[in-house]
């Protein structure tokens, strides 16, 4: 099976480019050629429209997060059900989860992901 990274969704990728991320990507999310969403497009935020946000991979930008502004996102489960398969990820920043009660799980790794690194850029941005 090939696997293929996540790319960012959306709402990720606005809150990056707020946050300054301008470092190459081979995706971007906008309008382009009369289509909203994802598209290949080799780009940098800063050469982009306002209405073009670059789309990283979860991990190239966790990279950033962690290069530039010493914030490691990641993902941890240790819940198992009952054939033996993790479940219930927890986003953490910094070894702490987003919010205390941890409510906040979520069914697959990226998902929990997603999630950590839009708080990241949310405690970037206040």
């Not at 995706?27 to 497009?41: R, S, T």
Request: proline share 3%; charged share 25%; glycine share 8%.
């Amino acid at each position: 099976m090939l696997i293929q990274e996540r790319k960012i969704n959306y709402e990720t990728a606005k809150l990056a480019r707020k946050c300054g991320f301008d470092e190459y990507c081979s995706h971007l999310w906008g309008v382009f050629d009369g289509y909203e969403g994802l598209h290949h497009y080799d780009n940098h935020n800063k050469s982009n429209p306002d209405i073009w946000f670059t789309a990283p991979t979860q991990s190239h930008l966790a990279k950033w997060l962690r290069d530039m502004h010493n914030l490691q996102v990641y993902a941890y489960s240790s819940t198992k059900n009952g054939n033996g398969e993790y479940r219930d990820y927890v986003a953490y920043i910094n070894g702490i989860p987003p919010n205390d009660a941890r409510d906040e799980q979520y069914q697959t790794y990226e998902d929990a992901m997603e999630f950590g690194l839009q708080k990241a850029l949310e405690m970037l941005g206040k």
